[in-house]
C-alpha cells in the first residue's frame, strides 16, 4: 500500500482500430485448506483458451496478482502451483459496464490422495474415442498438472453400458488408452 507503480497498457488497447476499453482484473490466490497466499503461475486466455493474452505469477508473499485486459471480450483464466490442483474459470467485463476494476479470490486445493475427476460427454464412434472441445481442455488441464507435479499417480477409469459384448472389457481398454 506505500509502493508506487508505472504500469503501460499500450499493448492491450491501443492496437490499431481497438476502441475497447480497458478493465482490471485482480485479486489474490489461496489456500482453501490454510487460507495462506500462494504463489501460483496465472495464465490469461482468449475465450476457449485460443491464444495466450498474459501469463504472470501472483506475489509470493501477498497472493496477489493485477492484470489489466478489454472490455467486451471473454477471457479463460488459468492459475497451477506445485502441490495444488489446477483452477480456471471464464472472465468476461461487458463492455456497458461502468467498473474498472474486477476483484476475484481464487482458493487453490491442495493435492490429497483419491481426488476424483469426472469428464463427461465422451462420445463413442466406431470404437474410437471423439474428444470435444470439454474434454480435450480437461485432459489439458490434467496433463498441466501433471508437469507440476512429476511424482503424481493418475488412475482413469471408464463407466459404460458394454455389458451386452463379448470383448467389452477389450474395446473399453483401447477407448481409456486413446
Do not use: C
Amino acid at each position: 500500500k506505500k509502493d508506487i507503480f508505472t504500469v503501460k497498457y499500450d499493448h492491450l488497447w491501443q492496437q490499431k482500430g481497438s476502441t475497447k476499453a480497458p478493465f482490471m482484473l485482480e485479486g489474490s490466490i489461496i489456500s482453501k485448506t490454510s487460507e495462506s497466499p500462494i504463489k501460483a503461475q496465472i495464465e490469461i486466455y482468449t475465450q476457449y483458451g485460443q491464444k495466450l493474452v498474459s501469463k504472470i505469477e501472483s506475489n509470493y508473499i501477498t497472493g496477489t496478482y493485477s492484470i489489466p485486459l478489454l472490455k467486451g471480450e471473454s477471457y479463460q483464466i488459468k492459475v497451477y502451483q506445485k502441490g495444488f490442483l489446477y483452477y480456471t474459470e471464464e472472465i468476461t467485463a461487458k463492455s456497458t459496464e461502468n467498473r474498472q476494476v474486477i476483484s476475484k479470490k481464487i482458493l487453490l486445493e491442495q493435492l490429497q490422495n483419491n481426488t476424483q475427476f469426472v469428464l463427461d460427454s465422451i462420445s463413442i464412434k466406431d470404437e474410437k474415442v471423439d474428444f470435444n472441445q470439454t474434454i480435450r481442455k480437461a485432459l489439458n488441464e490434467l496433463y498441466q498438472l501433471m508437469l507440476l507435479n512429476p511424482n503424481l499417480k493418475i488412475q482413469l477409469v471408464l463407466e459404460t453400458n458394454l455389458i451386452k459384448e463379448d470383448n467389452h472389457l477389450v474395446i473399453n481398454q483401447k477407448r481409456i488408452d486413446e
